[in-house]
């Protein structure tokens, strides 16, 4: 059911937030996950004295938000989609559920309002692989994946590296690792509507990969100096966080951007799940550095990737990409 939400929802919401704003809300998104990665965080570090079922206790937990939410959503169901609505025909039905969220002066897009004799067939994701939607398929699920497998990198060299420093809390590794992301969540947030959505993406990848590679070819850096390019290097991997909702929904049209989304969310399902085992198999095979160097070498895939191919979905600089064409 939380998969249906990271794509469902994404493509859901869009549809009901003011144009030109949509892409900026949904990277706002990016705080209350971040909030709840944390209380996440809390909970299992608080929660104790349960002996061998303390595990099963701290799994139950995360029952408590998905009732909040169910409650929620009993009382408070959210409308239908307008535009599927309108796709299958029942304009009038689209209308009346948009004055009734929104006013009567709100209506459907002139494209919408035709009704259409035959029903559309369903999309299938065959499409995506089409010549007209093949690379953005490919960069919205390669960006994805790859940030998600380099993200793990994070949580396992952290502790390593404080470690050097003779710091051997584990807490005070969960602390700056947290914090530190909802910090750099902020940044990103900053500076989502100030660059391009190309550049964010090319020079996210490209930096990130740069610092991981100092970190893991390097090997005579005092210890302080890892710190700080260490957390220079998560400042930026992290920050791009803030593109993983909006930038995949631009990528694709109203037509298939629901079977799209989610296409990228399970791509990226593959880099987090190798992020998550195949790093820590690394680390005890050939050490933190040998699983640094694999998260470069996957950043700097991915940003060949989007150098390549990412496409400018921004309006503001598409405008003035096709005024220098």
Not at 54 to 61: C, E, H, N, P, S
Not at 237 to 249: A, K
Not at 297 to 308: D, G, Q, T
């Amino acid at each position: 059911m939380i998969a249906v939400d990271y794509t469902v929802g994404n493509a859901l919401l869009t549809e009901w937030l003011p144009k030109g704003e949509d892409s900026k809300r949904q990277s706002h998104l990016l705080i209350y996950w971040t909030i709840g990665f944390i209380l996440s965080y809390i909970a299992g570090t608080l929660i104790t004295g349960f002996g061998a079922y303390t595990w099963q206790v701290i799994l139950a937990t995360s029952a408590v938000p998905a009732i909040i939410t169910a409650l929620f959503r009993s009382f408070f169901p959210l409308p239908a989609s307008p535009t599927w609505l309108a796709s299958k025909g029942k304009v009038k039905k689209a209308n009346k559920i948009i004055s009734k969220h929104m006013g009567r002066k709100w209506r459907l897009p002139k494209r919408f309002m035709k009704k259409k004799k035959k029903t559309p067939k369903n999309i299938s994701w065959a499409i995506l692989f089409s010549k007209k939607y093949l690379r953005r398929t490919l960069v919205g699920g390669i960006f994805y994946a790859c940030q998600a497998f380099s993200f793990f990198g994070i949580s396992i060299f952290l502790p390593i590296l404080l470690s050097s420093m003779n710091i051997t809390d584990s807490n005070i590794s969960g602390i700056i690792y947290n914090g530190g992301m909802f910090v750099d969540v902020l940044f990103g947030i900053f500076i989502f509507n100030r660059i391009s959505r190309r550049a964010f993406l090319v020079g996210n990848f490209l930096t990130s990969a740069v610092l991981f590679g100092i970190l893991a070819l390097v090997p005579g850096l005092n210890s302080m100096v890892k710190l700080t390019t260490f957390t220079i290097f998560a400042i930026i991997l992290s920050s791009g966080l803030v593109l993983d909702y909006p930038y995949p929904t631009e990528l694709f049209d109203i037509k298939v951007r629901s079977t799209g989304v989610g296409t990228c969310i399970t791509i990226s399902r593959f880099g987090a799940a190798a992020g998550t085992f195949l790093l820590s198999v690394l680390t005890n095979v050939g050490g933190a550095k040998l699983a640094m160097l694999v998260c470069a070498i996957v950043l700097l895939f991915a940003f060949i990737v989007c150098l390549i191919w990412a496409p400018e979905t921004l309006p503001k600089f598409m405008k003035k990409e096709q005024k220098t064409e």
